[in-house]
């Protein structure tokens, strides 16, 4: 995923010289060694642009930052059918009492989530968005979120029940 | 961009939801909630209040250009930007929708439940049990709206959220231990996230959730009751938590207090002030009536009508009448300033209008200049040390007691009232002159 998501997250943080990165995923680094690994050249870009509250503002909302980026890098570069049911099923109980992440602040791991899992959130059925009320909730808001989204298509969310609603799955 | 006042009592959740918005608006908002800008209880009954704010009732808004308001939702809504207060005619009516539903679903039944936990109101356990439903039934409605949602209308804080939140601060504080509110995730996650929002924080601090269900403190209630010779409260229409609801009122008719012992939390506000009692209590009934005294100053001609009618009036064993001298004039530079001096003290001794009245002069010109003035005080003695939110300005002025028989005092009395005269003790010209009343 690296490239595409980190492209996207240089234009979300307004970051003018698209393109710096290598297939790998690593960003040479002007005037320090090369960078490896896609956490820690998000944490780059987001000081890059000076916005370091998108890096979380407690020391505590930090480390679960750095958390949920290692987690995109991990789980949603590649995986099967199985794995998704896996991300959902940990992303759905994670959200059950969160609104973002990270701390009660949107932050650069909502931003590299919501790309990461776009491909999957746009594959899903209406019962599956159903079940996975709280992911669906979550990703309809970071959709919102103003100049996220760029130039993905939305994913259309349905606020009323079709479904039984003891379907919900956590 | 709004910009002005908010009058109101420390700790208002009314006040907050005004607050919160400005914090997101941008509007710069001033809060007056403590002495000597507001004291609650006091400057909300003075005429000039009144003036303004009809009912007397706070949170209040006076914008620096005038405009007034009262009741918190217009307040909030005022002082909110486009966003909060809803971008689309769909999204604006939502707002409103639940900006009501606080007041109507969710207020009146967590009054009920919370005041007496805090010892404002009578435990009454059938009314407690009912408020309670009446709770978990807001609370499903939210619940069940917020599974979906990430804020109550559209994908970003609005006034909806800020007003539903402020009204719920009590509830999530005193009651709503963890095993009541589990059911209601959804409700907490929103809550919590919503009061951790920097513009939030800025306003309530940090909020700590309930671990134990509060319960009725009978101490603190016996301790809050009115003391029987404090005259009665007068009726007050539409108590919130004293709504009639005609469905639970059949179910509690048995026994439900008089309601002369409630009290809700405005009431306990008042009760937990520091007692200042009417300095004045002590003296006896005076045949001048001050505020007589000063319609006539206001309205008509002081030398024709004014002074011959204080002089026919004035009752000199419950008055008295003093001489009052600034002590550094040498300090005194730009007349403006000087005014300013003049003026905020009036205002500091804003509760004293209803037993003083003064005239003040400001005399000579820039770099040059004295101020003395006339004041009539209730009772002998010099009223500031009746009280020690008087006492600020006091000790910068030499006082003399005049003898209200003698010509010096009608001389003066007279000068001082009507801005003119030889003003013979001084040696400057006047310059202008300031009168509290
Ligand atoms: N609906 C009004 C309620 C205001 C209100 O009841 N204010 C009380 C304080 S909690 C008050 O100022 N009472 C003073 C009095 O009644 O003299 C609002 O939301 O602003």
Redesign the pocket.
């Known amino acids: 995923m690296a490239v595409r998501e980190l492209s996207s997250l240089e234009k979300y943080l307004g970051l003018k010289k698209p393109n710096k990165y290598s297939t790998q995923g690593d960003k040479k680094n002007n005037n320090g060694p090369p960078l490896a690994g896609l956490a820690t050249i998000a944490h780059q870009l987001v000081k890059e642009a000076e916005r370091p509250e998108l890096l979380g503002d407690t020391a505590e909302s930090r480390a679960v930052v750095h958390q949920w980026l290692e987690y995109s890098v991990t789980k949603l570069d590649s995986y099967t059918k199985e794995d998704i049911k896996i991300i959902l099923k940990d992303l759905s109980l994670y959200l059950l009492d969160k609104v973002y992440l990270a701390g009660n602040q949107f932050t650069v791991a909502d931003t590299l989530m919501y790309y990461g899992i776009h491909p999957v959130m746009v594959d899903l059925t209406i019962q599956e968005k159903e079940r996975y009320v709280t992911v669906t909730r979550w990703f309809d808001h970071i959709q919102h979120h103003p100049g996220v989204r760029q130039r993905l298509p939305p994913v259309l969310i349905h606020r009323n029940r079709i479904y039984m609603a003891d379907t919900i799955e956590i | 961009m709004a910009a002005g006042t908010l009058y109101t009592y420390p700790e208002n959740w ?1 006040a907050f939801k005004a607050q919160i918005a400005a914090q997101y608006s941008g509007a710069r908002l001033k809060v007056a909630s403590t002495s000597p800008a507001f004291t609650f209880g006091q400057t ?1 009954r003075t005429p000039a209040f009144l003036n303004n704010f009809p009912l ?4 209040a808004y006076q914008g620096d250009d005038g405009f007034c308001l ?4 217009a307040i909030a809504h005022y002082l909110s930007n486009d966003a909060l207060r809803g971008a689309t005619p769909q999204a604006a009516a939502q707002v409103l929708q639940w900006v009501n539903f606080a007041d109507s679903e969710i207020i009146p039944p967590a009054s009920a439940w919370v005041f007496p936990t805090l010892g404002i109101m009578q435990f009454n356990k059938q009314a407690t049990e009912q408020a309670k439903e009446d709770v978990k039934r807001a609370l499903t409605v939210l619940n069940q709206h917020l599974n979906t949602r990430t804020f109550l209308v559209g994908e970003r804080v609005s006034l909806a959220d800020i007003s539903v939140a402020c009204s719920m601060l009590w509830l999530y504080k005193q009651v709503l231990e963890p095993a009541f509110r589990q059911p209601y995730s959804n409700v907490t996650r929103w809550f919590v996230t919503c009061v951790n929002q920097p513009e939030f924080k800025a306003v309530l601090g940090e909020v700590k959730l309930c671990e134990k269900m509060a319960q009725f403190d009978a101490k603190k209630f016996s301790e809050m009751q009115p003391k029987k010779d404090t005259p009665p409260k007068k009726e007050k229409a539409g108590k919130e938590a004293a709504k009639p609801q005609e469905k639970k009122e059949k179910k509690k008719e048995e026994k439900k207090p008089a309601p002369e012992e409630e009290m809700d ?2 009431d306990a506000v008042l009760a937990a002030e520091p007692k200042t009692k009417d300095p004045f209590a002590h003296l006896s009934k005076s045949t001048f009536v001050m505020d007589e005294f000063k319609r006539k100053y206001s309205n008509e001609d002081t030398l024709t009508v004014a002074l011959p009618h204080f002089w026919e009036h004035f009752d000199r064993e419950g008055y008295s009448i003093w001489y009052s001298q600034y002590k550094y004039p040498e300090e005194l530079t730009l007349t403006f300033k000087s005014c300013n001096l003049i003026t905020g003290m009036f205002q500091r001794l804003d509760k004293l209008r209803k037993n003083a009245f003064a005239s003040v002069i400001l005399f000579g010109t820039n770099n040059d200049s004295s101020i003395s003035g006339i004041w009539i005080f209730r009772g002998q003695e010099l009223a500031f040390t009746l009280s020690e939110d008087w006492q600020i300005d006091y000790e910068s002025y030499d006082w003399r007691k005049l003898d209200s028989d003698s010509e010096e005092c009608k001389t003066m009395v007279k000068e001082y009232f009507a801005w003119e005269g030889d003003f013979k003790h001084v040696g400057k010209a006047f310059n202008q002159g300031k009168v509290f009343k």
């Open positions: 009314r909300n007397g009732k706070v949170p009262f009741e918190s939702n939390d405005c």
